[in-house]
């Protein structure tokens, strides 16, 4: 007889290791968000209310079985193709880029709800597409159109992070479906000559300027690369265990922009130094080992393409959002997921832990069966 | 395409897929590895290799060092009194650069100081040439409940930076304007020519603009304070860290009394005068007044338009410091001194000259102001002041015999002064005239030049060192700084001291022996001696002659002579040399003589002196400031009523 009384079902085959490591990673953000608000609870307060509604979603999603994501995968990419275009349409009719519609209650950004929806995509085509045809040109120009479509919406907004992490969530479930290594080799030798092109030629002035900065940000360190190098600066000041709690001067002196949404590892670093840093990464390490493990597990082409697809959209973020923060890459606008301040980030992230989830309940309930 | 050709490949099978799958999963997850290891090491490269650096950029950004202005170096007068001392103030600036929203701004400093309009129109021209962190002020002496009123909405106010710091003040007023000058917020010329030292644009900071206050500013300046303070990205004060407190500059000791200083100034009343007194024993200036003067303290607040328009049309010319920019004609006042030439040229002072009060030179007629005074010999020629005795005489000496002798007694030298520009005029002579006007020298020339007139052009400090040098007998050079051991003089060399005992004696009788000046006879045991002069500043023609020459009162202002009077005292053991100047006064006698009774009474008697100054200024409408402030206030009055304003003229 046990002293601890049984948990109930449903909660007891939640994968809490999974969990504690996403509360440790949240629990850690609000305490951050609570600096860089001076010690107020003007940032902290409305993101922890967030994270419990999307995690109740996230929960209520891993009860669906993944076959419903199956079915609904390309209604749900059309859906979302179609709002991009309205958004877009709106824009030009308001005058002025615009990325999310306004439903009164909600806002709602199409273009983020696309990072899952379109790893679902490409991994349901490939699931239909009968395994010899893998090699074949039919193989690749859906694939590439379905991609394609909603990152040039995407990029045209503009916003050229959605659009990269689109394309490339995209692009990791065509890795992952077995498309010939070659092409891959090739597409990436393409891309270092088409690259320098589309900097000159498709690019917007404010974006080519942001680039520049990015591989010269002292260029100009008090206009666009002022970003960058107040970034470093507070990742700097740091050093190994941060200059404490609430005693950060880069954020509380509003030398670092955005210090709660884009920038908020850096008002991280300052307080918490190289330590802090090293267990957001390890929170994120473990988060990405049990999606990994996840899509391993998976029986089914579908389930293991969306859930290695899946996992990769939340490695995404951070690699991202944390290369942008150390001068890394260029300032692109990514948020780092269940830390930085807003909605739209932590929505994406519960869905896609939802939808892993599914699978993982899948794995573990039924390992037997398709 | 692709694929058909790799047809003859056997196919891909479901279970072959599936192991593709695991392999390059686990390809990627070890890639996402990778990237995660390459951002904790960058991490670990910013945050512990280079630690050091971003620790000192991240302490630049939110430490700043404001430089605290020194406190000016007081100057005094010879007893230690204050000419220019240092108060404390309450002020605002704008930092350019940091005002979000300019047009809120202003209004809000309006509404918070109370600014005027001609206030707030200077303002909106001081910002728009301002050069960004250049600080423009906006208002100084504020109130603490002002200076507190703002300090309050500062977070609100961004560029708004209220400073309390130190303000020049000058307890005399306008009485040492154009002996210190003033003092100013440094402008872009002043601040390139220090390197752009970042002191010149700390709020508050000011230069000397003219006078002592300019020429001495190395040493008025001191050492600047350092406030380290912590602020944020918008420059909010967060809070001070530490502070090194400034050193005052060196006070500068003068040679100045004070209080004659003032007694002058005052004693000028309303007629554009020069007054420079001097110790004949040392050299030492006493007296440095020239007016009317600016207010130095109101100039140092930032001049406004109003007041600027006024003193630039006051035909008084305020803003000339006539002591060593004005050049007169001497007139009678060199007699003396030519009087000491000709003694030298070996002229019998007891040979006597007819005056007739007309003198005919070849084809042109030279007259006697004062005469006719008939037989006439040196000594009365002086102490009445007789033109044709000194034509006559001039002639028979010869030009060349007079010059070097002027010379030796100043005229025509520059003196070693701490002042920013120094006008010396001419002493002219044969030599000269050719290089200058391509000429012979005509016996003419000399004829005008024996009585003060033709090209000759002095200064009002170059008259009071010839007397000091006819006092003394020595080459006295005039000084305003009192450092240093009291200067020795070297004799006048080749000038025999009986000469100048005869050239004193007959100056004594210019006051006291029934001379010009008989009736300024001091009230005093002492006696004063002196030479009046009257510089004519236009010509009279023989037409004027014939029917009568025009009396000063008669003419315009600009018109009249310049009235001269150089004096010493005590005539019997001279320890104060003088010379007074009353432009367009009128005769010697007239203007320049009754203020040299007053203010070398002052000498020896001060309470004398000051009654005396009393009853002249309730005839004059009030004390010196109150007279300016009034001439202010009517000036802004009929300008802001879109008059004419008055126009302050020499008129008593």
């Known amino acids: 007889m046990s002293l601890v009384p049984r948990l109930p079902a449903p909660i007891a085959t939640l994968p809490w290791a999974m969990l504690l490591v996403v509360f440790a990673l949240t629990g850690f953000g609000l305490v951050v968000l609570y600096s860089a608000a001076g010690g107020h609870l003007t940032w902290a307060l409305p993101q922890g209310v967030r994270f419990v509604v999307f995690l109740g979603m996230a929960i209520a999603m891993s009860y669906v079985r993944p076959a419903f994501y199956k079915e609904w995968a390309f209604a749900a990419y059309a859906g979302l193709v179609v709002l991009l275009v309205l958004v877009e349409a709106l824009g030009a009719i308001r005058g002025g880029a615009q990325r999310w519609l306004d439903f009164g209650f909600v806002r709602l950004q199409p273009s983020e709800l696309m990072k899952p929806a379109i790893v679902l995509t490409v991994a349901r085509f490939y699931d239909m597409l009968p395994a010899r045809e893998i090699r074949g040109w039919t193989a690749i120009w859906p694939a590439l159109v379905l991609i394609g479509i909603p990152a040039a919406l995407i990029l045209v907004q503009p916003d050229l992070g959605t659009a990269t992490m689109v394309a490339l969530g995209g692009v990791t479930v065509m890795f992952l479906a077995g498309l010939p290594l070659r092409l891959f080799i090739g597409a990436g030798v393409a891309g270092a000559v088409v690259a320098p092109l589309a900097y000159f030629f498709v690019l917007h002035d404010y974006q080519r300027q942001r680039i520049a900065i990015f591989l010269d940000p002292e260029s100009d360190p008090l206009g666009a690369g002022y970003h960058i190098t107040q970034s470093k600066i507070a990742i700097g000041a740091g050093g190994l265990t941060g200059t404490g709690f609430l005693q950060g001067t880069q954020s509380h002196f509003a030398f670092l922009p955005e210090p709660q949404t884009d920038f908020v590892f850096a008002t991280m670093a300052e307080e918490w130094g190289l330590i802090g840093g090293i267990f957001v990464i390890l929170c994120y390490a473990l988060l990405i080992r049990w999606g990994g493990k996840v899509a391993l597990h998976a029986r089914g082409r579908f389930e293991r393409l969306i859930a290695a697809g899946l996992t990769t959209t939340i490695f995404l973020y951070m690699a991202i959002n944390l290369a942008m923060v150390m001068g890394l890459a260029p300032v692109v606008g990514i948020p780092l997921p269940l830390v930085s301040y807003g909605g739209s980030s932590i929505m994406t992230v519960m869905i896609c832990l939802g939808i892993l989830m599914s699978i993982d309940r899948q794995n573990r309930l039924d390992p037997r069966r398709r | ?652």
């Open chain 2, 1 to 652: 395409m692709i694929g058909r050709r790799r047809n003859p490949r056997p196919a891909v099978t479901e279970t072959a897929q599936s192991a593709i799958f695991s392999r390059r999963a686990v390809v990627l997850g070890a890639a996402q590895a990778g990237v995660a290891a390459l951002l904790a090491g960058r991490m670990g490269y910013i945050a512990i290799a280079q630690n050091q650096h971003y620790s000192e950029m991240a302490e630049e950004n939110r430490i700043q060092m404001r430089l605290i202005p020194p406190r000016r170096g007081w100057i005094v007068d010879r007893r230690g009194a204050p000419i220019a001392a240092n108060r404390s103030d309450f002020r605002v600036d704008l930092i350019p650069d940091r005002i979000e929203d300019r047009e809120r701004v202003i209004a809000e400093l309006t509404r918070l100081l109370g600014l005027t309009p001609d206030a707030v129109a200077q303002l909106r021209e001081d910002l728009e040439q301002a050069a960004g962190f250049q600080p423009v002020p906006v208002a100084e002496n504020l109130t603490f409940e002002q200076y507190a009123a703002i300090t309050l909405r500062q977070p609100e106010l961004a560029g708004v930076s209220p400073l309390r710091a130190f303000a020049r003040f000058y307890p005399q007023g306008a009485a040492v304007g154009h002996l210190v000058g003033y003092v100013g917020t440094p402008n872009r010329e002043e601040y390139e020519a220090e390197n752009r030292n970042p002191l010149l644009i700390a709020p508050g900071f000011k230069v000397g603009k003219n006078g002592l206050e300019k020429t001495q500013e190395m040493r008025l300046r001191g050492r600047p304070g350092e406030a380290r303070v912590e602020v944020t990205a918008r420059g909010r004060l967060v809070r001070e860290l530490r502070t090194v407190p400034d050193i005052a500059g060196r006070p500068l000791h003068t040679t100045i009394d004070l209080g004659l200083q003032n007694y002058t100034a005052r004693r000028c009343g309303e007629q554009s005068a020069a007054a420079v007194v001097i110790d004949v024993t040392n050299g030492d200036i006493l007296c440095f007044v020239s007016m009317p003067s600016f207010d130095p303290n109101s100039f140092s607040d930032g001049i406004s338009h109003a007041e600027w328009d006024m003193m630039s049309q006051d035909e008084r010319h305020p803003l000339i410091n006539k002591v060593l920019q004005g050049l007169y004609p001497p007139g009678s006042t060199s007699k003396p001194m030519t009087a000491v030439a000709l003694l030298k040229a070996g002229i019998d002072p007891e040979q006597r000259v007819n005056c007739q009060r007309a003198w005919r030179l070849g084809n042109a007629v030279f007259h006697c102001s004062g005469g006719p005074h008939g037989p006439i010999a040196m000594h009365q020629a002086i102490s009445k002041s007789c033109d044709i005795y000194f034509y006559q005489m001039a002639l028979q000496a010869g030009v060349q015999n007079i010059s070097p002798i002027a010379r030796r007694f100043g005229m025509g030298e520059r003196f070693d002064l701490p002042f920013p520009s120094q006008r010396y005029g001419t002493w002219p002579d044969p030599e000269w005239l050719q290089r200058r006007y391509h000429r012979e020298w005509q016996s003419y020339d000399t004829v005008n030049m024996s009585i003060g007139q033709g090209y000759v052009l002095v200064n009002p400090l170059q008259q009071a060192v010839m007397v000091a040098r006819i006092v003394s007998g020595r080459k006295v050079m005039p000084r305003i700084i009192a450092e240093g051991p009291a200067p020795e003089f070297e004799p006048l060399e080749g000038i025999d001291p009986e000469h100048l005992a005869f050239v004193r004696d007959a100056m004594t009788d210019v006051v006291n022996g029934g001379g010009t000046a008989s009736r300024f006879r001091l009230p005093v045991p002492e006696l004063m001696a002196g030479k009046t002069g009257t510089a004519q500043v236009r010509r009279i023609s023989m037409a004027e002659r014939a029917s009568g020459v025009r009396s000063n009162a008669s003419l315009a202002w600009r018109m009249r002579d310049h009235s001269w009077f150089v004096c010493f005292a005590p005539a019997q053991a001279p320890r104060y040399a003088a010379c007074f100047l009353v432009e367009h006064g009128g005769f010697g006698a007239s203007a320049a003589a009754p203020m040299a009774k007053d203010v070398m009474t002052y000498l020896f008697d001060r309470e004398k002196a000051m009654t005396a100054l009393a009853a002249l200024e309730q005839q004059w409408g009030g004390t010196l400031e109150k007279r300016m402030r009034r001439r202010a206030e009517q000036w802004a009055a009929a300008r802001a009523a879109g008059v004419e304003p008055p126009q302050p003229t020499g008129h008593l």
